[in-house]
């Protein structure tokens, strides 16, 4: 499911900013952009974070500022290269067998590793406390957002459950009749070909008994009434139940291949196009649950 998160903790000379954004991912992919001064926050923040969420992609971003909000990154001169560097100048002018002028402001802010971050003094295991914090918050965040929207998804998935109950009742009610149906296309069938002769109610009995063990869907429809009543006890448990569901739906999905591979009833072939399309709604938004 989807989600975001933001949240800051405030010390006396600086501010930890994390930010956490959720995007569907069949797997746990938890993908972090802390600044060097954080690297050793990067496994807390990642266990937690995994922990908390089931599946998904979580980028995390954090980043510290100064008490005014601005980048705690600060640069300087480097004072030995620049006194270096005009005192070179200052004898190569002098040595010269020529007049030559001495060296501009252009040139020596040319000059590479003149300006150099200035390394931040601060304590860095109080930083890192200070992102752990943010990051509980948003963590927090984040997953009130994701269960909001699931909320939503368990009330849609349920309803396409009730629907693919709808059509696993219409095919038991039609497969009996499936037979009958045959029966009497069989015997009508029979007559055009045998207009002066009785056909064998026998042989007619053999043939319906065939086609209705070849055609017998029952098994298939018990099943599938199984997985569904599964699909509504996973949902109603709670917790991380998106592999789960997945499963579910391979199954009913099987079940209704199979009974579409049997039935030649249009009425039923119909159903189980029904229940197909049903079973892909519901596949669209399993992709959202963790």
């Known amino acids: ?5 933001r949240a800051e903790c405030i010390r006396a000379d600086f501010v930890a900013v994390v930010e956490m954004k959720a995007v569907n991912h069949r797997f746990t992919d ?3 952009r802390f600044g060097r001064e954080l690297f050793a926050a990067e496994e807390r923040v990642r266990a937690m974070v995994a922990s908390a969420c089931g599946r998904g992609r979580i980028d995390v971003y954090a980043t510290i500022a100064n008490a005014q909000g601005q980048s705690g990154r600060q640069y300087v ?4 290269l620049l006194q270096a560097a005009l005192r070179f100048a200052c004898q190569v002018t002098a040595d010269a067998p020529i007049d030559m002028d001495g060296p501009g402001v252009g040139h020596l802010l040319a000059l590479p590793g003149l300006f150099v971050e200035q390394t931040d003094l601060r304590d860095p295991q109080v930083m890192v406390q200070a992102v752990v914090e943010a990051a509980e918050r948003a963590l927090a965040e984040l997953l009130q957002m994701k269960q909001r929207e699931g909320v939503r998804l368990t009330d849609h998935l349920l309803r396409r459950a009730d629907d693919l109950q709808e059509v696993c009742d219409r095919l038991k009610a039609r497969a009996p009749q499936s037979v009958l149906a045959y029966r009497e296309k069989l015997a009508q069938r029979l007559s055009e070909l045998l207009s002066q002769l009785t056909p064998d109610a026998q042989r007619m009995a053999f043939e319906v008994a065939l086609f209705a063990e070849k055609t017998s869907v029952e098994e298939e429809l018990e099943r599938l009434d199984s997985h569904v009543m599964q699909w509504r006890q996973v949902i109603a448990g709670g917790g991380t139940v998106g592999k789960q569901l997945d499963f579910l739906l391979q199954e009913m999905a099987r079940e209704l291949s199979t009974i ?3 039935v030649g009833d249009l009425d039923m072939t119909q159903a189980v196009l029904l229940g197909k399309h049903i079973l892909e709604q519901m596949r669209e938004q399993v ?4």
Do not use: D
């Open 77 to 80: 001169v480097n004072q030995p």
């Open 30 to 32: 938890v993908s972090l």
């Open 260 to 262: 579409g591979a049997k």
């Open 287 to 290: 992709q959202n649950v963790e």
């Open 1 to 5: 499911m989807t989600g975001y998160g």
